[in-house]
């Protein structure tokens, strides 16, 4: 089981940008392929971006297509989501979740299901 933690979550006007960080420990990093999901209130947990073991495949929810770039450091253990033009519909609690599978072959990237290991969540605020 490889533990997660991410940050960098806030409060940030119409328009504007951040840039979370998930840190992963206990396993071997490389060895993980990595996703962002984020649940709204009442809303169910949505896929974000998925990005490949080596880093090499990257895909994003259509929702986010254009605005949000998902990278990872495998040195530094970490995963990124760098999120711009940001709208008050993405605010929700951004998670990142790790699977020891390569998703993209099987196609199930976009499902929760497909992760074994989930960070806590860092909240996202954009206003209005």
């Known amino acids: 089981q490889v533990q997660l933690v991410e940050s960098g979550g806030g409060l940030v006007q119409n328009g504007g940008s951040l840039r979370l960080s998930c840190a992963a420990s206990?396993?071997?990093?490389?060895?993980?392929?990595m996703g962002w999901f984020r649940q709204a209130p009442g809303k169910e947990r949505e896929f974000v971006g998925y990005?490949?073991?080596?880093?090499?495949?990257?895909y994003y929810a259509d929702s986010v297509k254009g605005r949000f770039t998902i990278s990872r450091e495998n040195a530094k253990n970490t995963m990124y989501l760098q999120m711009n033009s940001l709208k008050p519909e993405d605010t929700a609690v951004y998670y990142c979740?790790?699977?020891?599978?390569?998703?993209?072959?099987?196609?199930?990237?976009?499902?929760?299901?497909?992760?074994?290991?989930w960070g806590q969540g860092t909240q996202v605020t954009v206003s209005s």
């Open positions: 206990g396993r071997t990093f490389s060895n993980y392929a």
């Open positions: 990005i490949s073991k080596s880093g090499g495949s990257r």
């Open positions: 979740a790790a699977s020891l599978a390569s998703l993209a072959y099987s196609n199930t990237y976009y499902y929760t299901g497909s992760y074994a290991d």
